[in-house]
């Protein structure tokens, strides 16, 4: 047994990984495909699950209480990776997450449900953060690209399949088994991980910010709250939106603040005086808003106006994410090979407002042909963003902040799709409700408050003019959500032509220089990463 340490080399040349590293990614795909797989498959399971447990008006908490655990814990598990060591917070995130996942199969009612999902979401925070950092440690940025690539394809695959496999589990094996599905492939990263990963143990002194913790979770989970409430469960001027406003807005001013002064700071503010880390966050923040409003409402459109079957909802989105897999593959390569990366987030800003725009102008008598080339277009605009992201966020820090970076990251993508969720559903649901009052008068306001509910089947029972009406008020809906994605996404054009094209780490004689504040060359600074082979 020997020990082989994966360091930067400086040659340039990514070279073959050995086995274990490989084995080790193969356990990081599989950890990622729980956390992707989990809301696609259950969300499928949904009607069935409220059919068994009943609680209707729950419903909604049973995805709120996953995002807000998830959101909450993302940074948390990035400082404790930082602080006492990578392996042992990722393996603790994938335990907690299999611990959810068990009871949550064996929930009585919704009220342990949604408390058994908060469980889980507790573990998908660190699941992904682990993902991206322990990819941060094993493989310097100017060969990482193809391994994000790789990554985001995971991410692609889980979004098409996931539907259909949760379809196919709840109709043969019971609703149950959505979240029982998870333990035998938890089990088998548990295994992976433990055998073949062996990084450098940490022993930090510091102890964990719980103030600074507790100040973040508290806005995080006003501003979850406010965007998943607001104009559903209160009207957005009531009191009760108004509180959460203020003890948000209040509990992360004191956040900031905290952080100048702590001694060990969860969320290290002097990272935002990198240019690019900062852009990659604002950037990260507008993919999710609009990645995860698309693959809400095109799915709905395609069902009400395109008689589409639900059944194969995930197989409607398959031409926006395989153009996102492609292009995040080839954008991975492209990186590695050459070191360079500002075209993508310019390239895929461009693309992004250019798709919305033409999914805007989706109306009634649109083919599934022509929304499947815009679909396309946004696709690949996408897959320009998803993994460079990060990518460039990793490089624009040193290697002490390489998990906190990631959780970072990956928290303004998750709280870009709460937003994006809330603001475009606020927004679509308004369209709606207004084409049917003008269509289909008193007539159709019992169909919009059941329209969750309208697929193919239920559309063709209804009266003639009413479903006219609630097509049109759907193709109404999907037009001003889809404008207000493209506006929004101008920012992410301006904000990548701001982006330093700093060379990525281990890039041979073009690496960054000790110093660079936008490209932090830190080889002292990085540890080996033992791999046992």
């Given at each position: 047994?020997?020990?082989?340490?994966?360091?930067?080399?400086?040659?340039?040349?990514?070279?073959?990984?050995?086995?274990?590293?490989?084995?080790?990614?193969?356990?990081?795909?599989?950890?990622?495909?729980?956390?992707?797989?989990?809301?696609?498959?259950?969300?499928?399971?949904?009607?069935?699950?409220?059919?068994?447990?009943?609680?209707?008006?729950?419903?909604?908490?049973?995805?709120?209480?996953?995002?807000?655990?998830?959101?909450?814990?993302?940074?948390?598990?990035?400082?404790?990776?930082?602080?006492?060591?990578?392996?042992?917070?990722?393996?603790?995130?994938?335990?907690?997450?299999?611990?959810?996942?068990?009871?949550?199969?064996?929930?009585?009612?919704?009220?342990?449900?949604?408390?058994?999902?908060?469980?889980?979401?507790?573990?998908?925070?660190?699941?992904?953060?682990?993902?991206?950092?322990?990819?941060?440690?094993?493989?310097?940025?100017?060969?990482?690209?193809?391994?994000?690539?790789?990554?985001?394809?995971?991410?692609?695959?889980?979004?098409?399949?996931?539907?259909?496999?949760?379809?196919?589990?709840?109709?043969?094996?019971?609703?149950?088994?959505?979240?029982?599905?998870?333990?035998?492939?938890?089990?088998?990263?548990?295994?992976?991980?433990?055998?073949?990963?062996?990084?450098?143990?940490?022993?930090?002194?510091?102890?964990?910010?719980?103030?600074?913790?507790?100040?973040?979770?508290?806005?995080?989970?006003?501003?979850?709250?406010?965007?998943?409430?607001?104009?559903?469960?209160y009207?957005?001027?009531?009191?009760?939106?108004?509180?959460?406003?203020?003890?948000?807005?209040?509990?992360?001013i004191?956040?900031?603040?905290?952080?100048?002064?702590?001694?060990?700071?969860?969320?290290?503010?002097?990272?935002?005086?990198?240019?690019?880390?900062?852009?990659m966050?604002?950037?990260?923040?507008?993919?999710?808003?609009?990645?995860?409003?698309?693959?809400?409402?095109?799915?709905?459109y395609?069902?009400?106006?395109?008689?589409?079957?639900?059944?194969?909802?995930?197989?409607l989105?398959?031409?926006?994410?395989?153009?996102?897999?492609?292009?995040?593959?080839?954008?991975?390569?492209?990186?590695?090979?050459?070191?360079?990366?500002?075209?993508?987030?310019?390239?895929?800003?461009?693309?992004?407002?250019?798709?919305?725009?033409?999914?805007?102008?989706?109306?009634?008598?649109?083919?599934?042909?022509?929304?499947?080339?815009?679909?396309?277009?946004?696709?690949?605009?996408m897959?320009?963003?998803m993994?460079?992201?990060m990518?460039?966020?990793?490089?624009?820090?040193?290697?002490?902040?390489?998990?906190?970076?990631?959780?970072?990251?990956?928290?303004?993508?998750?709280?870009?799709?709460?937003?994006?969720?809330?603001?475009?559903g606020?927004?679509?649901?308004?369209?709606?409700?207004?084409?049917?009052?003008?269509?289909?008068?008193?007539?159709?306001?019992?169909?919009?408050?059941?329209?969750?509910?309208?697929?193919?089947?239920?559309?063709?029972?209804?009266?003639?003019?009413?479903?006219?009406?609630?097509?049109?008020?759907?193709?109404a809906?999907?037009?001003?959500?889809?404008?207000?994605?493209?506006?929004?996404?101008?920012?992410?054009?301006?904000?990548?032509?701001?982006?330093?094209?700093?060379?990525?780490?281990?890039?041979?004689?073009?690496?960054a220089?000790?110093?660079?504040?936008?490209?932090?060359?830190?080889a002292?600074?990085?540890?080996?990463?033992?791999?046992?082979?």
């Amino acid at each position: 047994m020997a020990d082989t340490t994966i360091a930067e080399t400086g040659t340039g040349q990514a070279g073959k990984q050995p086995r274990s590293v490989r084995v080790v990614l193969l356990a990081l795909m599989i950890a990622m495909m729980l956390a992707m797989l989990d809301n696609m498959i259950v969300g499928t399971a949904m009607p069935t699950i409220v059919g068994d447990l009943g609680g209707l008006e729950h419903l909604s908490w049973v995805v709120t209480g996953y995002t807000l655990a998830t959101a909450a814990s993302t940074p948390i598990w990035g400082k404790l990776g930082d602080m006492h060591g990578r392996k042992g917070a990722f393996l603790s995130s994938i335990v907690i997450f299999l611990i959810g996942s068990a009871l949550s199969g064996m929930a009585q009612n919704m009220g342990e449900l949604i408390g058994f999902r908060a469980v889980q979401g507790l573990g998908a925070g660190g699941l992904m953060v682990g993902v991206m950092a322990i990819i941060g440690d094993l493989i310097p940025p100017r060969e990482r690209g193809k391994y994000t690539g790789m990554m985001a394809g995971v991410m692609a695959l889980a979004m098409i399949g996931g539907p259909l496999v949760g379809g196919t589990i709840t109709d043969n094996w019971g609703w149950r088994w959505s979240f029982y599905i998870n333990l035998p492939l938890g089990v088998v990263a548990l295994a992976l991980v433990s055998a073949v990963l062996h990084l450098p143990k940490k022993r930090a002194q510091a102890r964990i910010d719980y103030l600074g913790v507790t100040l973040l979770t508290i806005g995080i989970t006003s501003i979850v709250l406010v965007t998943t409430w607001g104009g559903t469960e209160y009207a957005w001027t009531s009191a009760r939106i108004m509180e959460l406003i203020g003890i948000g807005v209040a509990a992360l001013i004191g956040f900031v603040f905290w952080q100048t002064k702590a001694v060990e700071p969860v969320l290290p503010l002097h990272m935002f005086k990198s240019g690019n880390f900062t852009l990659m966050s604002l950037i990260g923040f507008i993919t999710g808003f609009v990645m995860f409003g698309a693959t809400l409402y095109l799915p709905l459109y395609q069902q009400s106006v395109q008689g589409a079957s639900a059944t194969n909802s995930g197989l409607l989105l398959l031409p926006m994410l395989g153009a996102m897999l492609v292009t995040s593959m080839v954008a991975g390569r492209v990186t590695t090979s050459s070191g360079r990366y500002k075209v993508f987030p310019i390239a895929g800003g461009a693309l992004m407002i250019v798709g919305l725009y033409l999914l805007s102008l989706m109306g009634t008598g649109t083919t599934r042909l022509t929304s499947g080339i815009y679909m396309a277009v946004l696709g690949l605009g996408m897959g320009c963003l998803m993994q460079i992201t990060m990518l460039v966020a990793q490089n624009s820090v040193e290697m002490k902040d390489m998990g906190v970076a990631s959780s970072s990251t990956t928290l303004f993508r998750t709280l870009g799709s709460s937003f994006g969720v809330a603001i475009m559903g606020a927004l679509f649901n308004d369209r709606v409700q207004h084409v049917m009052a003008e269509r289909a008068g008193a007539l159709g306001k019992g169909i919009t408050e059941k329209s969750a509910q309208l697929d193919a089947k239920s559309l063709a029972k209804l009266p003639v003019p009413v479903r006219d009406a609630y097509q049109h008020g759907v193709s109404a809906g999907t037009h001003s959500a889809f404008l207000l994605g493209a506006a929004i996404a101008v920012i992410v054009l301006i904000a990548a032509l701001f982006v330093k094209e700093v060379p990525l780490r281990g890039a041979g004689p073009a690496a960054a220089k000790p110093g660079d504040r936008d490209g932090v060359s830190d080889a002292p600074a990085r540890e080996g990463v033992t791999e046992a082979v």
